[in-house]
């Protein structure tokens, strides 16, 4: 249902930039919100960015928000996650989740589970 890869950077420095993407299948693109998750060393696993695949609505929590940003790529259903100004403690393994939404977000998008998952990859800030 997901295939996520790095697509270029790898290890980064502070203030460096990385974009991770994942392509989905077996599914309506469009009727779907993706998300991006993060779990870091010892810490519970959060979500920190979604997207409206049918419109570009976008939600980002706080701790992201000026720093990273969610597209898509609807001809190819794939989105991507751009990184940039990136600080040690976004250290963390990545995964992005699909859920069924369309448009705005009115609320917190995990709020009611997550339908389908991809698997993680591993994201390292250096000092």
């Known amino acids: 249902r997901f295939s996520c890869r790095r697509l270029g950077g790898g290890l980064v420095q502070t203030g460096g930039s990385l974009t991770l993407s994942c392509a989905a299948s077996?599914?309506?693109?469009?009727?779907?919100?993706i998300c991006w998750f993060r779990q870091a060393p010892g810490k519970e696993r959060e979500g920190i960015s979604c997207?409206?695949?049918?419109?570009?609505?976008?939600y980002y929590v706080d701790s992201v928000k000026g720093r990273f940003t969610i597209s898509s790529d609807n001809a190819k259903n794939t989105v991507y996650l751009q990184m940039s100004n990136m600080k040690p403690e976004d250290t963390a393994v990545y995964s992005c989740?699909?859920?069924?939404?369309?448009?705005?977000?009115?609320?917190?998008?995990?709020?009611?589970?997550?339908?389908?998952w991809g698997k993680g990859t591993q994201v390292t800030v250096s000092s």
């Open positions: 989740a699909a859920v069924t939404h369309t448009g705005s977000f009115y609320y917190t998008p995990w709020n009611y589970g997550m339908d389908y």
């Open positions: 077996g599914f309506t693109f469009e009727d779907y919100a």
């Open positions: 997207i409206s695949t049918n419109d570009g609505s976008t």
